[in-house]
């Protein structure tokens, strides 16, 4: 049974910070088997890819999340992290991880193979 649980979400005020988490189980996620990913979505509105990360370790970032959000992989629990900093209300969202079985491993890549519930941010 494949699962990915996400957590960390919460309020915090503009300029905090947050620790996204992402466990991975049921499949082999580990050591970079899998590209991950964690995209946002606000109701009504197009999701938006954040960040990437494939099995060179090398994390991709959209724009908006470049120099303020670090995207990385504890590849021995299965993890995917997102830490989050410099929020503004713009970040307030449903996050999600994602797996994308698909080249390209890209912020923009919307084919997942498996995804979690999603952890809400919010950021006033």
């Known amino acids: 049974h494949v699962q990915l649980v996400e957590s960390g979400g919460g309020p915090v005020q503009v300029g905090g910070s947050l620790t996204l988490s992402c466990v991975a189980s049921g499949i082999y996620a580990g050591r970079g088997a899998y590209c991950m990913a964690w995209f946002r979505q606000v109701p009504g509105r197009e999701r938006e890819g954040v960040a990437a990360?494939?099995?060179?370790?090398?994390?991709v970032y959209a724009e908006f999340a470049r120099g303020r959000f670090t995207a990385s992989q504890d590849n021995a629990k299965d993890t995917l992290f997102l830490q989050m900093t410099s929020l503004k209300s713009d970040d307030t969202a449903m996050y999600y991880c994602a797996t994308l079985p698909m080249y390209p491993c890209a912020v923009d890549n919307f084919v997942f193979g498996y995804r979690g519930q999603g952890t809400q941010v919010t950021v006033s």
């Open positions: 990360i494939g099995s060179d370790g090398r994390p």
